[in-house]
């Protein structure tokens, strides 16, 4: 991403959403409740033209038609590939919740225009906890952190700030009053850190950000770590160190939820797109593809096949473990690291 300028894959990610949720087909493959919300964001953080009411011109089950049979052509599977996506993380999310004791934090990467956070904070996430004498609920809330670099996060800090929505950010002196947007009776939180990752390693900024009053992250914890749509913008050498930066700032029992490309198995393929000598498989118009990115500054440079998952992971971040993997629907491919217990 070009310095001092706003993620541009990051607002055409949030548009597809609203683009392949025009029809009911598109919708019932998204998260509930995923279109609406991601429409209100877009408008207001003003990257939506016009009054919300014009929402209807972008989303609708002709603009949906159309937009799936141009990407369709261009790129294959990408829409199916956004919705499997979208709706996998967060199921691996709320199964985490579940299956692992006192995990109470999720750590967003490059959260971009993403409403994961946002959708969940009005959630009860209580635990029941059976003894031999009675059945009780924990009411811990949950912590979501989204961390993204200084130029996307401050677009996104405007249209929160519209929406109503009560959060801590390293630009918050003080926590702010409480939210009517924000009814939920558990105590959920979103906390924003903003920082460029090119010149800042994440173990560091997040250690530094646990020392502020106002936040309650916890790096010994059990955490979710969500890596959406982020993996194939990175060398492998920034792949490699992202997870030993994550392994040095979350607790035993942590897990990421990540998504990937494979590579593109053509040889003769022109490689001076990218650097890397991997190319993404990105359809048949992937050298296309690949050169537009390059142009806006966020070209792809990382792929790796789902043979190779386990092995890259046991060789560069041992600590980890791929718990499961999901995948191919249409240029996605999914996977669940855990932590290994201390």
């Not at 548009?15 to 964001?41: A, C, H, T, W, Y």
């Not at 002709?62 to 799936?68: C, D, Q, R, V």
């Not at 499997?84 to 579940?98: C, D, G, M, P, S």
């Not at 590579?263 to 022109?270: I, L």
Request: aromatic share 8%; charged share 20%.
């Amino acid at each position: 991403m070009k310095e001092h300028r706003a993620s541009l894959t990051s607002f055409i990610v949030a548009f597809l959403v609203v683009l392949f949720g025009g029809n009911d087909q598109g919708r019932s493959k998204l998260p509930p409740g995923l279109v609406k919300l991601q429409i209100e964001l877009l408008y207001a953080c003003g990257l939506l033209w016009g009054p919300e009411s014009w929402s209807v011109l972008i989303c609708n089950p002709l603009t949906a038609y159309l937009a799936g049979l141009i990407l369709g052509f261009v790129v294959p599977g990408m829409m199916e590939g956004l919705a499997y996506r979208k709706t996998f993380i967060e199921r691996q999310v709320l199964l985490a919740f579940n299956d692992v004791p006192d995990c109470r934090q999720v750590l967003i990467v490059a959260a971009g225009y993403d409403t994961l956070a946002l959708r969940m904070l009005p959630r009860d996430f209580g635990r029941s906890k059976t003894t031999k004498k009675h059945t009780a609920t924990t009411q811990k809330g949950v912590i979501f952190l989204e961390v993204d670099h200084p130029a996307t996060a401050r677009v996104k800090k405007r249209g929160l700030d519209a929406l109503g929505y009560e959060y801590h950010s390293t630009e918050n002196a003080a926590p702010p009053p409480p939210s009517p947007r924000q009814n939920q009776p558990y105590p959920n939180r979103l906390e924003t850190l903003a920082v460029d990752l090119t010149t800042t390693r994440l173990c560091d900024a997040l250690l530094e950000y646990t020392q502020q009053p106002h936040s309650d992250f916890d790096p010994t914890q059990p955490t979710i770590v969500i890596l959406e749509g982020l993996l194939f913008y990175l060398t492998e050498a920034q792949v490699i160190a992202l997870l030993q930066a994550i392994t040095k700032c979350v607790g035993p029992q942590s897990r990421i939820v990540c998504d990937y490309f494979a590579p593109k198995e053509e040889e003769e393929e022109d490689q001076r797109v990218q650097s890397p000598a991997v190319i993404p498989r990105m359809g048949r118009f992937t050298r296309g593809v690949l050169r537009l990115l390059h142009v806006i500054g966020e070209p792809m440079l990382w792929a790796i096949r789902p043979s190779e998952l386990s092995h890259f992971v046991q060789q560069h971040a041992s600590e980890w473990t791929v718990k499961e993997m999901g995948g191919p629907v249409g240029l996605e491919h999914m996977a669940v690291l855990e932590k290994k217990a201390a």
